[in-house]
């Protein structure tokens, strides 16, 4: 008999919520033969992060992900009865109930009901969340081996990138695997105009003469929130300058420092793109810095910036 696959988090989640309802996980299911929709659903990816010392865990910047599920159910002209305070809520419980202490992630899904059809890709939709136990790389040693991409990332043209689409993410595979079998760890997509875009699941960040630099929203890549963290980090935590601009290959080989940012990236060193080293090849002073205030803000060890963690209501240990 064939060995089951296990899917992500499949160990660790009891229950899921699916439209409007908290369900066991295994009444969650949906016949073989409509497998397709999911190529056509949308996501996020959030998540929570534990702080041992205030026994709390936080849900890092829940309102900012939510706000784009529901923009993407929007550009995907979705309709689903489901708001975004439902899907905060269910969030929430299913994180209450299952009573995590320790890192989690979140997943909401938006998926089309199976008849709505390719001719009209527009109507109703269904909601599911699930979340399981998943801990932080922010302390990984080494920096990412990059390569940049000869595959083109996708335009908001042909699909645009600014909706979290589980579509998109076939660019993404190409890309990635196509990297990871020459044997490197990650790589670099250059959009339709040839410039730097973002990697396939995260965005790009490059440090040069002391100013933080990334490519523009407008540059085909998913308006990353973690990108805007970088972002006010830079400004208003570290106090270092931040451009976006347009970004040439060739820039990002004599680059002081470039590092990747995203919910499930993190702050992500590199240390070389195409076999150039980035610096001297190791953690660059500015990326730790980086990564060290990510680090106490989405665990609130730094207590600034109340408004991006969301307390989860807990039940007693
Ligand atoms: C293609 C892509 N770009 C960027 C990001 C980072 O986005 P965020 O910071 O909102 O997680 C992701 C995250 O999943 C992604 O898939």
Redesign the pocket.
């Known amino acids: 008999m064939a060995k089951k696959t296990k899917m992500w988090g499949e160990d660790h989640s009891k229950y899921i919520w699916l439209d409007g309802e908290r369900i066991p996980w295994d009444q969650g299911t949906v016949h073989v033969t409509q497998g397709h929709i999911f190529a056509h659903a949308i996501f996020e990816?959030i998540r929570a992060y534990w702080n041992d010392d205030r026994e709390k865990l936080f849900v890092f910047r829940f309102k900012e992900?939510l706000d784009?599920l529901y923009r993407s159910i929007k550009l995907m002209r979705m309709k689903t009865p489901y708001t975004l305070e439902d899907v905060w809520n269910g969030s929430l419980e299913l994180c209450r109930v299952h009573g995590y202490r320790e890192d989690v992630y979140i997943f909401p899904t938006v998926y089309f009901s199976p008849d709505v059809y390719l001719n009209k890709m527009a109507g109703p939709a269904h909601v599911y969340v699930h979340t399981f136990a998943y801990g932080s790389n922010l302390r990984r040693k080494d920096g990412a081996r990059c390569s940049v991409s000869s595959w083109t990332r996708i335009s908001d043209n042909t699909l645009p990138?600014r909706i979290?689409c589980w579509a998109?993410?076939r660019n993404?595979a190409i890309a990635w695997t196509d990297a990871t079998l020459k044997g490197f760890d990650e790589t670099i997509m250059l959009n339709n105009r040839g410039k730097v875009c973002?990697?396939?699941?995260?965005?790009l960040m490059m440090i040069q003469d002391g100013v933080l630099i990334t490519p523009p929203v407008t540059a085909d890549?998913?308006v990353?929130?973690?990108?805007d963290t970088i972002l006010r980090i830079g400004r208003d935590v570290i106090g270092m300058p931040v451009v976006e601009r347009e970004i040439d290959r060739t820039e990002l080989y004599t680059a002081d420092e470039v590092f990747l940012?995203?919910?499930?990236?993190e702050v992500t060193p590199v240390a070389s793109i195409d076999n150039y080293d980035i610096g001297d090849g190791s953690i660059g002073p500015g990326t730790q810095q980086f990564r060290e205030a990510y680090n106490g803000l989405i665990r609130g060890i730094d207590e600034r910036f109340p408004e991006w963690r969301t307390d989860v209501p807990l039940q007693p240990a």
């Open positions: 990816g992900h784009r990138a979290k998109n993410y993404s973002e990697a396939p699941g995260a965005c890549i998913l990353s929130v973690t990108r940012c995203g919910t499930g990236a």
